[in-house]
């Protein structure tokens, strides 16, 4: 059984395709995932980011908040189906982050909707950054979100810019089973651009 831990900020949408990929190759691959979270609006404080994501960071701090509040109340369970009624309504609908949204998400997630009210409430933020740099230790480097651990190695990414089918999807699980394992990888990458490129790819940091 392969152990995954996976360090996603809520507000970016390569983490929830990652995410979505993850689910759909659990079906086919023994697997347990721990839903972890970290925070972009942490990870560029003190940066310059173009106007047009500032908004993607201001969604960060708002959702980390309900987030922490949420394993606060139920622990590491409440992470993942909080997660998924978030994304489904952020990321697959497209829909703008209000109150009502998240109300709706809580409650599907059958938790107490009225932690909606953390978005704006800065208690939390301690919360917030204690997992954030949680996942940059076990990373041991600066990283985006995700931040994937695969029976305890640790690398930023997959970053995907779209959700892979099955076929696809359980060829990367597999691709990066062997890469986690083999300790004198450190890094891959390719640009964006060219293959599947995301609508989102210019706007959200990561």
Same mark, same amino acid.
């Given at each position: 059984?392969?152990?995954?831990?996976?360090?996603?900020?809520?507000?970016?949408?390569?983490? &929830?395709?990652?995410?979505? &990929?993850?689910?759909?190759?659990?079906?086919?691959?023994?697997?347990?995932?721990? &839903?972890?979270?970290?925070?972009?609006?942490?990870?560029?404080?003190?940066?310059?980011?173009?106007?047009?994501?500032?908004?993607?960071?201001?969604?960060?701090?708002?959702?980390?908040?309900?987030?922490?509040?949420?394993?606060?109340?139920?622990? /590491?369970? +409440?992470?993942?189906?909080?997660?998924?009624?978030?994304?489904?309504?952020?990321?697959?609908?497209?829909?703008?982050?209000?109150?009502?949204?998240?109300?709706?998400?809580?409650?599907?997630?059958?938790?107490?909707?009225?932690?909606? +009210?953390?978005?704006?409430?800065?208690?939390? /933020?301690?919360?917030?950054?204690? +997992? %954030?740099?949680?996942?940059? %230790?076990?990373?041991? /480097?600066?990283?985006?979100?995700?931040?994937?651990?695969?029976?305890?190695?640790?690398?930023?990414?997959?970053?995907?810019?779209?959700?892979? /089918?099955?076929?696809?999807?359980?060829?990367?699980?597999?691709?990066?089973?062997?890469?986690?394992?083999?300790?004198?990888?450190?890094?891959?990458?390719?640009? %964006?651009?060219?293959?599947?490129?995301?609508?989102?790819?210019?706007? +959200?940091?990561?």
């Amino acid at each position: 059984m392969t152990t995954i831990d996976f360090y996603f900020d809520p507000a970016c949408p390569f983490a &929830w395709a990652a995410s979505r &990929w993850l689910v759909n190759t659990a079906q086919r691959r023994p697997m347990t995932i721990t &839903w972890r979270q970290m925070s972009l609006a942490i990870l560029n404080e003190g940066t310059e980011v173009p106007a047009k994501q500032r908004h993607h960071l201001e969604v960060s701090q708002q959702l980390g908040r309900v987030l922490a509040a949420a394993h606060d109340a139920s622990g /590491d369970t +409440a992470l993942g189906p909080l997660y998924t009624s978030l994304g489904q309504r952020l990321h697959t609908r497209g829909a703008p982050l209000t109150t009502e949204l998240v109300i709706e998400a809580l409650t599907e997630s059958d938790m107490d909707p009225q932690l909606a +009210a953390q978005m704006n409430n800065a208690v939390f /933020d301690s919360s917030v950054r204690v +997992a %954030h740099q949680e996942s940059q %230790h076990r990373l041991g /480097d600066t990283g985006g979100s995700p931040i994937v651990c695969i029976d305890g190695h640790c690398f930023f990414g997959p970053v995907l810019t779209a959700i892979p /089918d099955a076929t696809e999807g359980d060829d990367l699980f597999d691709a990066l089973l062997t890469l986690a394992g083999t300790r004198s990888f450190a890094q891959l990458q390719r640009p %964006h651009q060219g293959h599947q490129h995301s609508p989102t790819d210019d706007q +959200a940091p990561r």
